[in-house]
């Protein structure tokens, strides 16, 4: 809205001039972001102990320790998405149809899990997975398929194949279903990360900085041919939403660092997987998902080797799973745990943003 506002006064006032350029607006949607995340949370949080009366927000499959977090209010992943679509709405050109479509996937998979997590705390089961995986698909099908049929100037099915710059794999129709597992994907494996306090919420700090360079990179026609990377038109714009990603997940980590005041619940770990997904679409960085959102991969594979292992042997891999439960079986302090993710996490992301060099 602000660009919409300010940028037209720039014929006639040059201090307006500031607000075309993306990296100030993306610092701006970050700032904003931040502020919106401080100012709402700890209302929110008063807000979600009177509802949630002190009841049971703890997962049953988490190791017994865990029940001393009880009465520990969730849903506050409503202040993610104030901040991140406040803000980005604030910043951004919204005339551009990337910034609307990651917009309406964060949003509605934000709106899956508060439905989940609205009806955990009266059921205590939640939305059958059959419900929330059909919810997840039909949202992120449709985004996809509408982008196909009437794609923006720019758009492609390419898929770029990091390394070999010289290679581009044409998916043509089968861009849509490709592109629905990998933000379904993204959006669960987060989900599934989402058990100690603050691990989930740190590698997405890590994440929106290097899809930020990344959509930033690949939205700049000289950089781009520079890099020898692929050129999108129009991606550029995604680096506000970024940057407001950024600032959400810092300002939420405020209040979700250990000891946790509040946790994030479906309608944050599933908008936040799907917003890294669709990035990772939209700016054809797909295949170094993986690497950014490295940790969340880890997470999400432990809990698919452990379910075919107990089903094919009757055995399982590890003491429990996802991965973080089995470190915390083993002995390692939950502090310790989160941390030493984040810094793998770190690390990851660097090396993603390296093969944009490499070839």
């Known amino acids: 809205m602000l660009y919409h506002l300010l940028v037209p006064l720039a014929r006639d006032h ?3 001039n500031v607000f075309r350029y993306i990296t100030f607006r993306t610092a701006m949607a970050t700032v904003t972001a931040l502020v919106i995340s401080f100012a709402l949370g700890p209302w929110l949080i008063r807000r979600l102990r009177e509802r949630q ?8 499959d988490t190791p017994e320790r865990h029940r001393a977090k009880a009465g520990t209010p969730t849903m506050g992943g409503l202040v993610i998405l104030a901040a991140i679509l406040g803000s980005t709405l604030l910043w951004a050109n919204l005339r551009n149809r990337y910034v609307w479509t990651v917009v309406v996937a964060t949003a509605g998979l934000g709106a899956i899990g508060l439905v989940d997590d609205s009806r955990k705390l009266r059921t205590r089961k939640g939305i059958s997975a059959r419900q929330k995986f059909g919810a997840q698909i039909l949202l992120v099908g449709l985004l996809m398929a509408s982008l196909f049929v009437w794609p923006v100037d720019g758009f492609t099915t390419g898929l770029a194949i990091p390394f070999f710059k010289g290679w581009l794999l044409t998916l043509g129709w089968l861009w849509i279903p490709f592109a629905l597992l990998v933000i379904v994907g993204a959006s669960n494996a987060v989900n ?4 100690l306090d603050g691990l989930a919420i740190g590698p997405i700090v890590m994440a929106g900085g290097a899809f930020a360079i990344i959509a930033y990179l690949t939205g700049n026609f000289r950089a781009a041919e ?3 990377i692929l050129n999108v038109k129009g991606t550029g714009e995604l680096t506000i939403f970024c940057g407001a990603l950024v600032g959400a997940a810092l300002g939420f980590l405020w209040f979700n660092s250990y000891p946790a005041q509040v946790f994030m619940g479906d309608v944050g770990s599933l908008a936040l997987g799907g917003a890294i997904g669709t990035l990772a679409v939209l700016t054809k960085a797909e295949l170094l998902l993986p690497l950014i959102g490295g940790i969340y991969v880890v997470e999400a594979g432990s809990v698919i080797i452990q379910v075919v292992s107990f089903k094919l042997t009757g055995r399982r891999v590890f003491r429990m799973a996802p991965l973080h439960h089995h470190y915390e079986l083993c002995g390692w302090a939950e502090p310790k745990i989160i941390v030493r993710f984040w810094i793998l996490s770190f690390m990851l992301a660097l090396l993603a943003l390296t093969t944009l060099k490499l070839r």
């Open 14 to 16: 040059i201090v307006f």
């Open 192 to 195: 599934l990360t989402d058990g």
């Open 226 to 228: 520079y890099l020898r």
């Open 53 to 60: 009366h002190g009841g049971e927000t703890i997962r049953e």
